[in-house]
């Protein structure tokens, strides 16, 4: 590669140009080489690239330092006219496809669509009675889609017209895909023309099943007691007016009795003729035949004949048989005295084990089981004392004062005639009593004027007179 050649032009880029073209020439020169080379000896074309290698470096050290050298010494010159452009490169390859952006804002909803026409729907169906298929629309119009059906049921349908449907009434009632055998239907709607199921199944034999709640006004009189679950509820056997029967065999058995009540079952079972008569309970006057007897309770009053006779609580006179007008309270039976079976007129009251507590016999006597305790009533240690005739029989008072007055005032309470009650006193020392005016005493005995003292009782005893309106003395003992 000559110097000269490459820098026979004084411009750069002439310079530059000479330059790689003096190296694409040797390179020409240097493969040329190569290829004569290669085929004698493996040994020298190495060699041969290595004085190639030292030989270009050597030249383009020794190029580099003469740019330097000229660039040093070349004075700014003017600017030369401007080269004729190049020829356009190759398109470059394609790069590769960037990331994906992030998402844009979302945009404002869009306006409502304009509402669409109304749709026709149909209305209505049904064969007509020639066969043909009417179809009726929303819009107003009216289809006939021609002969639907063959003959031989054109010839039924006209049939069932004659019978009294006008045309095109047959078909006009519809109903749901499927339904429960001997199921009541029920219209669905205010059309008339569209059924549905029921939950009431009414079998060929007339039995009814599946009723919910009947209204008050839904049920109709009834020719028939009703059996709910059961239960009997009518009037009975005869079904004479004024009887209520509620109860399994309840008053079965009656004939002609009338305004009897029986709740219960087997209640007045076997009465016949027997009216008046009131059986709350299991087997309440269940085989009594008599008239006007209440009986309330299990068993109470269960075979008596008597008349008029009344039994409250379990058992409550289930002994007596002809025995009339007894009441019992209780579970007394009757059996045993006082009534025995056959009394009348007693009035009896038991406790819940059939125990006799008290009695009233037919002359009004009173009689008690046990003692009658008297309502004993503490007054406290004063000066005075005031008695509540409502509550005290016996009203007591330990009086511890200093000798002086005691008074007595007039009772509390509203008094009836004859009421008693008795004053006991115990004092430690002399006290003068100072009566009220309500208090009176008689000519034989009259009021006391002071207490024994010492710790000793005093009594003295009233009575209640409602003519004078008076507590009046009856008794007066010292000194116990």
């Known amino acids: 590669m000559a110097i000269d050649k490459i820098f026979k032009n004084a411009s750069v880029d002439g310079i530059a140009d000479n330059i790689f073209g003096s190296v694409n020439n040797s390179v020409s020169e240097v493969k040329q080489m190569q290829q004569r080379k290669a085929a004698e000896n493996v040994q020298m074309v190495v060699e041969a690239f290595k004085k190639i290698e030292t030989n270009i470096t050597e030249k383009f050290d020794n190029v580099s330092n003469v740019l330097e050298k000229r660039v040093l010494t070349i004075k700014d010159g003017r600017d030369g006219a401007t080269g004729i452009n190049g020829r356009d490169g190759k398109d470059g390859r394609n790069g590769k496809d960037g990331l994906n952006g992030k998402p844009g804002l979302q945009g404002p909803p869009g306006k409502d669509g304009i509402d669409g026409a109304d749709g026709v729907s149909v209305t209505n169906a049904n064969i007509d009675f020639d066969g043909s298929l009417i179809i009726n629309l929303s819009s107003g119009q009216q289809i006939n889609a021609g002969e639907v059906v063959s003959p031989e049921l054109e010839k039924k349908i006209i049939a ?13 009632v519809t109903g749901p895909a499927s339904a429960g055998s001997s199921r009541i239907a029920r219209f669905d709607g205010t059309t008339g023309k569209l059924i549905k199921n029921s939950a009431v199944s009414l079998t060929d034999a007339g039995n009814m099943s599946g009723i919910g709640t009947i209204g ?5 009189t009834l020719s028939a007691g009703a059996l709910v679950q059961g239960l009997t509820v009518g009037l009975g056997a005869g079904a004479v007016g004024n009887n209520t029967v509620v109860g399994l065999t309840a008053l079965s058995a009656n004939t002609v009795g009338f305004n009897n009540t029986v709740v219960g079952n087997t209640a007045l079972r076997d009465n016949l003729t027997g009216s008046n008569n009131t059986a709350v309970g299991v087997a309440a006057l269940q085989a009594s035949t008599g008239d006007g007897n209440t009986s309330i309770g299990s068993v109470s009053l269960f075979a008596t004949t008597g008349n008029y006779n009344t039994g409250v609580g379990f058992n409550a006179g289930v002994g007596i048989t002809t025995g009339s007008y007894n009441v019992v309270i209780g579970s007394y039976s009757g059996s045993a005295a006082p009534i025995s079976a056959t009394g009348s007129n007693y009035i009896v009251l038991s406790d819940g084990a059939g125990t006799v507590r008290q009695t009233i016999d037919p002359s009004g006597n009173v009689s008690f089981t046990g003692s009658i305790t008297s309502r004993v009533v503490v007054i406290a240690d004063a000066t005075s004392i005031t008695v509540n005739a409502d509550t005290t ?3 007591t008072q330990a009086n511890t004062q200093a000798v002086g007055t005691l008074t007595i005032n007039a009772p509390t309470g509203t008094p009836v005639n004859g009421q008693k009650f008795i004053l006991r006193l115990r004092s430690t020392n002399v006290q003068t009593f100072s009566w009220n005016a309500i208090f009176q005493g008689s000519t034989d005995i ?24 008076k507590w009046q003395m009856i008794a007066k003992v010292f000194g116990f």
């Open 393 to 395: 029989d016996v009203a």
């Open 216 to 220: 008050a006004t839904g049920l109709a």
């Open 160 to 172: 069932v017209t004659r019978g009294g449907g006008s045309s095109g009434s047959v078909g006009d």
């Open 446 to 469: 009259s009021l006391p004027i002071s207490s024994s003292g010492a710790t000793l009782h005093d009594y003295v005893g009233f009575i209640y007179n409602s003519t004078t309106s």
